[in-house]
């Protein structure tokens, strides 16, 4: 349920509406936008009654929200939510490319793409440690030799570090990691983000293989309702039946994302589609259609990188998209709210 407030609502009026409310058990969310003050109700509202507040001088309306996930709902937060990784800002007109290999493999590859991408233009850093793959004999990663590595790549380059978490027992080795991902397997770990809830770091969700928008939705949920909305939307393909390319991706999913959310949406064209020619294609298609940033993999050798080298791009080819991406920009959609 959601109140919208009158403007300069009285505060001793105020004060004895949320106290009511907060007595039947309910949580409450304030969102106060440029114009309108709303307080969402979290919880059982079976029992509030609507026209008595809706008699309250200081209530403009009351509405019903009928979608189960709530502070990620654009009813509850009509602003867009800008998430901030250390000085940079995702969100709400503020583009970034998040780019890097698809694993960690050692020192010199992974300080090398890192100033590479970042003179071409990216702004945050990807690398992967902790690698889930399909087979358990393919290359697992580095694991925390791994994210050391990542560390010693944000020194030299400067960039904030992203990178997946495979399980609630990791946690501790991520301290200093700037994002922490959620990959596509581990979009329904309910308790891994749950645990991820309780920090106050940005958290890059990725849809699952076959995951509707409402699941997608209420995974993200799992991690606001622990108290940790710096998260993050990635779309990244869908599982169809399709073979020609590694998923589908679901571009109509971004603005309609952004209408039914106020998080930010980026798009993972690498994953969507695991051919590198694709990858420009659908890098500009996903910024037309109005999505807040990009995240491609660069490999600075990808015919021999050991994981993924097929949807890898070269320095050079990732600054020719970054270039044709920033030149789109401001004609991209930004009508669905």
Not at 88 to 116: H, M, R, T, Y
Request: with cysteine; glycine share 8%; net charge negative.
């Amino acid at each position: 349920m959601v109140i919208i407030l009158k403007s300069n609502p009285n505060k001793k009026q105020l004060d004895n509406l949320l106290s009511w409310l907060k007595s039947m058990n309910l949580g409450i969310h304030m969102s106060e936008g440029a114009n309108t003050t709303l307080i969402g109700l979290i919880g059982d509202t079976s029992g509030v009654d609507m026209e008595l507040i809706n008699a309250l001088d200081i209530v403009e309306t009351v509405k019903r929200i009928q979608e189960p996930y709530k502070n990620a709902n654009r009813k509850f937060h009509p602003d867009s939510t800008v998430v901030d990784i250390n000085g940079v800002k995702l969100g709400d007109g503020n583009f970034q490319i998040i780019a890097g290999p698809c694993s960690v493999e050692s020192e010199e590859q992974i300080c090398q793409v890192a100033l590479a991408v970042k003179e071409a233009g990216a702004t945050l850093y990807r690398g992967g440690a902790f690698k889930p793959r399909t087979s358990p004999y393919a290359f697992q990663g580095m694991r925390e030799e791994g994210i050391n590595l990542l560390l010693e790549a944000k020194k030299v380059s400067g960039l904030p570090i992203v990178t997946e978490v495979m399980d609630i027992s990791h946690l501790p080795l991520f301290e200093n990691v700037d994002v922490i991902q959620v990959g596509a397997r581990n979009m329904q770990n309910f308790e891994l983000l749950k645990e991820l809830g309780t920090l106050k770091k940005p958290i890059l969700l990725k849809r699952g293989l076959s995951s509707t928008l409402q699941e997608f939705l209420m995974s993200a949920e799992y991690i606001m309702a622990g108290g940790n909305n710096n998260v993050i939307l990635c779309e990244r393909g869908i599982r169809t039946f399709e073979t020609s390319t590694r998923n589908t991706l679901d571009l109509a999913s971004i603005p309609l994302l952004k209408s039914l959310t106020h998080l930010p949406v980026i798009v993972d064209p690498s994953h969507a589609t695991g051919i590198a020619r694709l990858v420009k294609p659908m890098a500009l298609a996903a910024a037309a259609c109005g999505a807040d940033g990009l995240m491609i993999e660069v490999h600075n050798d990808p015919a021999h990188a050991l994981c993924d080298g097929a949807q890898s791009l070269t320095p050079e080819a990732f600054k020719d998209v970054a270039d044709a991406v920033k030149a789109i920009l401001p004609y991209s959609f930004k009508g669905a709210k």
